[in-house]
């Protein structure tokens, strides 16, 4: 018997850190992490087994099949916007060829099993792509189906890997004699700019939210890469992890669709500012702008929509704005510094 087993790419990364340690406590299966990197000691005690390796080596990922019976793949590697603009083709390598492995993976598995894998997949706001700042200006939340035009790469790898998992879960090998029954059972989540107290992102271009607070609480001036009025949605990690579980553990049936917007609460830079300087008060924060990775926040909604997550699967943020912060952020990352 082989045993069974979550397996999760990406899993030094902001999400993966908290995740990690949820997975660990709730659930009764054991957790496999895969990274490029080496474990961060800190997490170490809640995966089964750490394995050090890239998503594009096949050979590995083959020998996983051979190893584990995977009951749910929840795929976080990835390479974020900004850092995706220096280099597209990489990007395109880690973020699309990496997913259509784990995607074949588990195919393969499900192939095994008898019954179809379950695919969670983060995707982004970055998927969406509104045409200027003046339409964004005059629209409302924005659903799953709207203004899907990316302007980044990472947008477009993200937009199309939530195309890959409709057809791994729906159409592959359609015309093939021996087409397999079992496929991927695909749940996306489209994510806002995302907020830890307890890690920094890096290569994001939402990352001037979380850099600001992390910053003030070690006394660093910052010089925020985004005009006082850009405007975007924000969620804190708890509320991240909370909506990974939730969707990983719905029956399918409850699904109305493959992809789900997720959001807590939408703030402009200029009250990140403030919201960090009542907490610390001697922060130095000012706003250098960097017209090309604002052009970016300024392609992406200022409020998204996330009516049918909560309505399929009851989904609801723990943490509205003044939560998140007054009883997250704040406290955590004066915590992680003192
Ligand atoms: N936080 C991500 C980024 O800025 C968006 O998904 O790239």
Known sequence: MRKQVVLVTGVNGEIGHSLVAHLAENDNCDV?????????????QYLFKFIQGDILDQMLLGRLVAEY???????????????????????HRVNVE?????????????????????????????????????????LGPVTEDQWLMPTTIYGCNKLYCEHLGRYYSNFYKQLAADQTKYTIDFRGLRFPGLISAVTVPTGGTSDYGPDMLHHAAQNIPYACFVRPDSVMPF?????????????????????????????????????????????????????????????????????IDDKAARKDWNWKPDFDMIQSFKEYIIPGVKNRYN
């Open 32 to 44: 496999i992490g895969l990274d490029v990197m080496p474990i961060d000691d800190s997490i170490q």
């Open 235 to 303: 969620m804190v990690m708890p509320d991240a992890v909370k909506s990974i579980l939730l969707l990983e553990e719905i029956e399918r049936n409850q699904l109305s669709q493959l992809v789900y917007n997720v959001t807590s609460f939408s703030a402009s830079a200029e009250k990140l500012k403030e919201i960090t300087l009542d907490a610390f008060p001697n922060a130095e924060i000012s706003f250098a702008v960097d017209q090309k990775r604002q052009h970016i926040v300024d392609t992406w909604p200022a409020e």
């Open 98 to 138: 990496g997913t259509l492995n784990l995607l074949r993976l588990a195919v393969e598995q499900a192939t095994w099993q008898g019954k179809s894998v379950k695919f969670i997949y983060p995707s982004s706001i970055a998927a969406y792509g509104i045409p200027s700042l003046e339409i964004k200006q005059q």
């Open 69 to 91: 019976e995977i009951r749910s793949i929840i795929h976080l590697a990835s390479i974020l916007s900004t850092k995706a603009e220096y280099n597209p083709e990489t990007a």
